[in-house]
């Protein structure tokens, strides 16, 4: 069964630091691009960043770049977001997901990614 579970969300302060994992089964991790993408309360989900299947390659949403960094270990079938200099307005439900095509580049357009996992929460408040 493919599964993508998210974890390491929690409440920080501002100019704090997070690591925010995601555990792939079901399907060769090394073979897909996974993005993560965050959802904020009344707000549209939106790409925070993404990274080939090779991990050669990532993009950054234009918020994040330079304070998130994303890699991934496929022999742990492990993909990570480790999150500094967090701010308030990066409180949002994190999501990873599973592009649709193997071997593709990554993209921030969460039409582009087929399975999702079910989020996990990340606060930014003091």
């Known amino acids: 069964q493919l599964q993508l579970v998210e974890s390491g969300g929690a409440l920080v302060q501002p100019g704090g630091s997070l690591r925010l994992s995601c555990v792939a089964s079901g399907f060769t991790l090394d073979h897909y691009s996974i993005g993560w993408f965050r959802q904020a309360p009344g707000k549209e989900r939106e790409g925070v960043s993404c990274?080939?299947?090779?991990?050669?390659?990532?993009n950054y949403a234009v918020a994040v770049k330079g304070r998130f960094t994303m890699s991934r270990d496929n022999t742990k079938n492990t993909v990570y977001l480790q999150m500094n200099s967090l701010k308030p307005e990066d409180t949002a439900d994190y999501y990873c997901?599973?592009?649709?095509?193997?071997?593709?580049?990554?993209?921030?357009?969460?039409?582009?990614?087929?399975?999702w996992g079910q989020g996990t929460q990340v606060t930014v408040s003091s």
């Open positions: 990274i080939s299947s090779s991990g050669a390659s990532t």
């Open positions: 997901a599973r592009h649709w095509d193997a071997f593709s580049g990554c993209a921030l357009r969460p039409e582009e990614y087929r399975y």
